[in-house]
């Protein structure tokens, strides 16, 4: 397949001219890279009016996953913003509020966007057993709930590895005439499996996937997909929608990877030998690990998930696994007081597989539980996050009641706020969500009514609305 972008770039840089244009390194600098980082000069076309070699790159892409495709540099974020100014845009024209259902466990770009532009949420709230990375949603459960709204938006898969039943849902949401979205953030290696899992190809309407996380991207590297059977108003708005959020100088490493990260999908033999021999290597990995006696949750191929009941209580110290697995120099994709979460993709090694199963073999003899404990008693204290400042804990303890939503999401947003600590918040309205990141999932949104529950899942000062 060709790789125009990357062609393209390769051959200006080759020609070691004058580069009397941004960016200011002039393609000097410690490493390689910055030679090939370059900007909107003649001839390397513009991102959000895509017609030059960008835009083949794009028909590429969008050749390989059989729906229409488009770039973003700066991850899946903004293209779940363009997804929600197209729905308020289409809710425009038609002259109705958009209204939209949505697990509970949305990211905060989600949110944020909600916000900006003025969208209505009903939240799916997750169930006794999820914590909050995680909301199961079934058509069933959405069956007497769609009335009135413009689409369903669920995260699939989630920051756990839970997969949903796109299939399902695009049916019940097609037949009460609303628009199915995802956020496929995480799933971008789903199209290229021996079963396709691909959201597109299961009958959603729009999904974000963010390239860099699964695939060999840069990081800040994903797609826009639309469905081909979706009305022409997305496919048509949607330059229009990512370029309203994005930055107007995109990078062109970013760029570059994106398209030459077609090259290595197109090819057929690369593809099935390169996916589903790391989902099988996966696949052995997590049956070594159960037989060591390690809790796995959730479904999602390229992703592993350990639940613990208390990931610190190991060798009788105050450690997490996860920094116990540092000192094997393993680190992982996130972990907090009951999951551990690894994720992998074709460019990990036989041996980083060995060091990994050697890892945990060390603790698997260790003394410890893998069953929820209901009576854990935590010292936020001692967990404070020293980059953020706060602490964020999922014990199992679960919010049921929906927050009372005291203000609308905007006001909330652009109102004057104080910070106070998480014991005096309690009665007070969000001004800013509570996020660490990973997994960025808010517990409470903009405008809801604090609860004392807060206390179980943070430590550290709230942002609320200024009394």
């Not at 989630?158 to 997969?163: H, W």
Request: glycine fraction near 6%.
């Amino acid at each position: 397949m060709t790789t125009p972008i990357f062609d393209f770039v390769k051959s200006y840089a080759d020609k070691n001219p004058v580069r009397a244009h941004m960016p200011g390194h002039k393609g000097r600098g410690i490493f390689d890279a910055y030679k090939y980082d370059i900007t909107e000069i003649d001839g390397a076309d513009y991102l959000s009016e895509a017609c030059g070699i960008i835009g083949e790159s794009e028909r590429n892409a969008s050749l390989i996953f059989g729906c229409d495709t488009f770039y973003s540099t700066e991850g899946s974020s903004l293209c779940i913003r363009a997804m929600l100014f197209m729905i308020k845009k289409k809710a425009e024209c038609e002259k109705r509020i958009p209204r939209i259902l949505a697990g509970r466990n949305a990211h905060a770009s989600f949110v944020n966007a909600c916000a900006l532009l003025e969208i209505d949420i009903d939240w799916i709230m997750p169930l006794k057993s999820e914590s909050y990375e995680s909301c199961t949603i079934t058509a069933k459960d959405v069956e007497n709930c769609l009335s009135g709204k413009d689409a369903l938006y669920i995260t699939n898969p989630d920051y756990l590895g839970n997969v949903s039943d796109i299939a399902g849902l695009a049916e019940i949401c097609h037949r009460h005439g609303i628009l199915l979205i995802v956020d496929n953030a995480h799933g971008a290696y789903l199209k290229f499996l021996d079963r396709s899992l691909f959201p597109i190809d299961l009958g959603a309407d729009m999904c974000c996937s963010s390239a860099h996380k699964t695939l060999p991207v840069l990081t800040g590297g994903a797609y826009l997909h639309i469905n081909g059977n979706a009305d022409s108003f997305f496919k048509g708005n949607a330059h229009q929608a990512l370029s309203i959020f994005a930055s107007s100088s995109p990078s062109y490493l970013i760029l570059q990877s994106l398209d030459l990260c077609n090259d290595f999908l197109e090819n057929e033999a690369i593809k099935k030998k390169a996916f589903i021999k790391t989902t099988e290597r996966v696949s052995r990995l997590k049956n070594s690990l159960k037989k060591s006696g390690f809790t796995l949750v959730g479904d999602e191929p390229l992703k592993l998930t350990i639940k613990f009941s208390n990931n610190r209580d190991i060798l009788g110290i105050d450690r997490y696994p996860a920094d116990i697995l540092k000192d094997e120099g393993i680190y992982v994709e996130y972990h907090d007081s009951n999951h551990l979460v690894m994720m992998f993709s074709p460019l990990n090694t036989e041996e980083e597989y060995e060091r990994i199963e050697s890892a945990f073999k060390k603790l698997s003899g260790e003394k410890y539980s893998t069953e929820p404990d209901t009576n854990l008693n935590i010292d936020r204290e001692r967990d404070q996050d020293k980059n953020q400042g706060n602490s964020l804990e999922n014990n199992n303890r679960e919010r049921m009641l929906k927050p009372v939503q005291s203000m609308d999401f905007k006001s909330a947003m652009l109102a004057v706020s104080e910070y106070v600590e998480a014991k005096d918040s309690i009665g007070r309205i969000m001004a800013r969500p509570v996020l660490s990141c990973p997994p960025c999932v808010p517990i409470y949104m903009y405008g809801e009514v604090i609860g004392e529950d807060i206390l179980k899942y943070y430590t550290g000062k709230v942002a609320v609305v200024k009394e």
